[in-house]
């Protein structure tokens, strides 16, 4: 995955720098707001504990980058001041465009383009046809997309992904690549390198009755000394054919692959089961995924510096900016809770069985 940096010379040199694209956005989002009323939604959702105001100029554009988001949606403010207000338009239903062309930078790479670093208070992100622009200080979150009926892939299943993964560190709220799975408010975290199994086995206990809180993208809270809250940020799940073939609960609810013939298909979980989506479950353990090579399943004690490794790469690879508040985040977990190796062998039927024992058995010490 490639993240270029596109801040990296004068900043001068791309349309005035962050701040004075910022002033375009916003003025952008005014007047597509202004022309086209009756394609205005608003939602309200609840990220990390914190309330989020999505003010949307495009009816499919909303639909499209809400889907992964739904499970998380409240009442409207009713007048509150939200944590972070996120304002886009539609550029197509509105006919207002962007004010400056991005040019070379648009790019359909997974990770997309990354525009500032880890100190700037304003920071940008373009991916597939979708620019956004985050206002740190001001908590506000303004972008824009070319067609809100074709966003792609991975803004239909990550919304606005690497400005909220800065607000959440900015928020003493870090968010690492893994799964989460629970029982009863209880959860255990699973981590491990892509290809070990994680998604199969977050997968097989969600359609067994477990609940699912994320496949990627988890927000890591210390509420107090030695508890660890696990919030969602997005109900996605991208499956491969093997996995289809494995878990044909799923395959069912999967969207088209796009391009076709593309490896993964992406499904939404709150719209599998959606009572069993949270927002929030305090984590009991973390389990370090393997391929058991179609051995039966086996699940054991393992260290916290192995589980810190399984954890660590992945999880800092994934951000748009990196910083110590998330290896720290991270650290204190695989310290303080306890871990284990998970061998995902052949037998699905029997995941289920042997993490509700893990959290079983931590409900007991």
């Known amino acids: 995955m490639t993240r270029p940096i596109a801040f990296r010379g004068p900043r001068s040199t791309w349309h005035g720098g962050p701040e004075a694209r910022l002033a375009e956005m916003k003025a952008g989002f005014a007047q597509a707001r202004d022309r086209r009323p009756d394609e205005f939604v608003e939602t309200w959702v609840v990220l990390a504990g914190m309330s989020v105001r999505l003010q949307v100029v495009g009816r499919d554009l909303a639909d499209a980058l809400g889907m992964a988001l739904r499970h998380l949606v409240v009442a ?3 007048g509150r001041v939200p944590d972070l207000a996120i304002a886009a338009w539609d550029e197509r239903i509105s006919e207002i465009a962007a004010p400056a062309d991005a040019g070379s930078l648009w790019t359909t790479d997974e990770g997309g383009v990354i525009l500032g670093d880890a100190e700037d208070r304003t920071v940008g992100h373009i991916r597939d046809g979708v620019e956004l622009w985050l206002e740190r200080d001001a908590a506000g979150l303004w972008g824009s997309a070319r067609d809100g009926t074709n966003i792609g ?4 299943g990550k919304p606005f992904h690497a400005p909220l993964l800065v607000w959440h560190a900015d928020h003493d709220v870090p968010v690492m690549h893994g799964a ?6 209880a959860g255990l975290l699973l981590v491990g390198q892509g290809g070990t199994g994680k998604t199969t086995a977050a997968m097989a206990c969600f359609l067994d009755g477990f609940d699912f809180l994320g496949d990627d993208y988890i927000a890591i809270e210390e509420p107090a000394t030695r508890t660890y809250v696990g919030h969602s940020l997005y109900d996605s799940v991208w499956l491969t054919r093997d996995g289809e073939a494995r878990l044909p609960g799923l395959a069912q609810y ?5 391009p076709t013939g593309a490896p993964k298909r992406l499904v939404h979980a709150a719209a599998v089961h959606p009572e069993r989506t949270p927002r929030a479950v305090r984590i009991r353990g ?4 393997a391929l058991a090579d179609g051995a039966a399943p086996a699940i054991s004690p393992t260290t916290g510096a192995k589980a810190l490794l399984a954890m660590a790469p992945t999880s800092t690879l994934r951000l748009p900016v990196t910083g110590a508040r998330l290896m720290d985040r991270m650290a204190a977990v695989a310290e303080t809770l306890p871990c284990y190796e998970l061998r995902v062998g052949g037998d699905l039927a ?3 069985g042997l993490l509700r024992g893990v959290l079983e058995s931590g409900d007991r010490t």
């Open 153 to 156: 892939l991975q803004n239909r």
């Open 180 to 185: 989460l799975v629970g029982c009863d408010g």
């Open 76 to 78: 409207r403010g009713d």
């Open 254 to 258: 999967a969207e088209p692959p796009i």
């Open 350 to 352: 029997s995941l289920p």
């Open 286 to 289: 973390v389990v370090c995924t």
